[in-house]
């Protein structure tokens, strides 16, 4: 494997970055058309105010939908063990996900096609609850990696899951499930406040402001509990060259223990710092009504918390509850040096062409949407 | 599987003389036959899922990983709660789309697009009957 330039620590760890990158991007793009649906009802309250917000997502979510997906698939290719543990052991939560998701292509679609208010009013509550559930679901997916998933490894690999859908909605997951909510709506304030003008925008705002608040305060209260829960540290030395064997390590779980990288390394306290930052220019740019600065803000705010959720746990990715050696760490779930390479070549071709193309879209489709607007378009939703 | 490909290459050849003819609407026992064609290439899909999961057995990676040590520790119950909520979902999915799509038909192509325009601008429903005799004619 000489001929590989990059050493295979390095792709590792330009890996673990890279999906940290997808996983963002999924959560500020995606993020938009989400807590767009999740507003969806308070926000607008006529059926005018609602196709405004339907044509605001409507040309640009489905792309946005493609980071949750590039994210999967990043995991499938790069890390295939976490791919295998966390998709089968959350296989109900992922089904509730999809479930979710499923409901907003037809809430789109089927809204305008009959004018009649209860049928708008169904696809309206479809959309939201395809906006609330998937944010609710995927906090509470983080808050559970937190807590380690109840699986276990048997010595030729053999992946053993013995938790159930219900044994998730632990206390802790929940808060951060409502965290990823908080941070999600506040993201789609800024974009109807962005967006729109006049009562609806200011509508926005409120919630926006509130959302923003909200989701300080319980981000504040999930760093304090992190600190009185069972953390997993590697004990054994880690050689971050060694083949793929999850098994090879051992592992000790110490109170506070999630927090010991930021004793280690301080400069991965401006993740936490970052976010607050965010939700701070969020709040007052919303206040302000500065249309960019509060989607910037609130952009920046997702970048922070899912970064320190992230670096909370390095190198962990799913730790184990049940058996904690079997915890899997980027250096010891990734998939072949050559595979890593050879991926890392297409992501540096395709990512940029990807952003270009998706930036291409954004301007296209910028400026505020209003009923005049919806007027002139025959296409409108 | 491999015949209904063949047919469907036919098909498609026949389709594209005919269409390029202009003989769309002249052969009404060919129309409904077009019709029921509509399902064959599922029926091709699924014949070859069928052929390529059977045909693998007992092995995932031939020689490398066998079926059962590959399965998931999946639950039954995980199964047949995911399974029902899927064919739920999209039952009642269908049932909406099916009423959209009887509404859609049953409105006709005149009402939504022939209201005030100039009728030649909709160039579908403007087609002739007979566009030979209509070529010759002109």
Known sequence: MSSIPLDYQTLRLIWWLLLGVLLIGFAIMGGRDLGVGALLPFAARTDDERRILLNLVGPTWEGNQVWLILGGGAIFAAFPPLYAVSFSGFYLAMLVILLALILRPVGFKFRGKVEDLRWRAVWDWSLFVGGVVPSLIMGVAVGNVLLGAPFHLDDTMRIFYTGNFLGLLMPFALLAGLVSVGMIVVQGASVIAGRTEGAMAERARTYGVLAALVTAALFALAGFWLGFLPGHVVTSVIDPNSPINPLSKTVELVTGGWLNNYRLYPWMLSAPIIAFAGLAVAAIALRGRARTLALLGSSTAIFGIISTAGLSLFPFFLPSATQPNSGLTLWDASSSHLTLFIMLLMTLLFLPIIILYTGFVFRVMRGTVSTDSLSKNPNAY | ?138
Do not use: H
């Not at chain 2, 601008?121 to 403007?126: L, R």
């Open chain 2, 1 to 138: 599987m491999m015949g209904l490909g063949f047919f469907f290459i036919a098909f498609f050849g026949v389709w594209f003389y005919r269409a390029s003819r202009g003989w769309i609407e002249t052969n009404r026992q060919f129309l409904w036959f077009s019709v029921f064609t509509l399902p064959l290439p599922w029926i091709a899909i699924e014949s070859g899922w069928f052929i390529a999961e059977f045909g693998r057995q007992p092995w995932v990676v031939e020689g490398v990983l066998p079926t059962f040590y590959a399965a998931s520790g999946l639950t039954v119950l995980d199964l047949v709660l995911s399974l029902s909520f899927f064919v739920l979902l999209y039952t009642a999915l269908l049932i909406v789309m099916v009423f959209l799509m009887i509404r859609t038909v049953k409105a006709g192509p005149k009402d939504k697009f022939l209201a005030a325009d100039d009728e030649d601008d909709f160039v579908i429903a403007a087609l002739p009957k007979n566009p030979v005799t209509q070529e010759l004619g002109s």
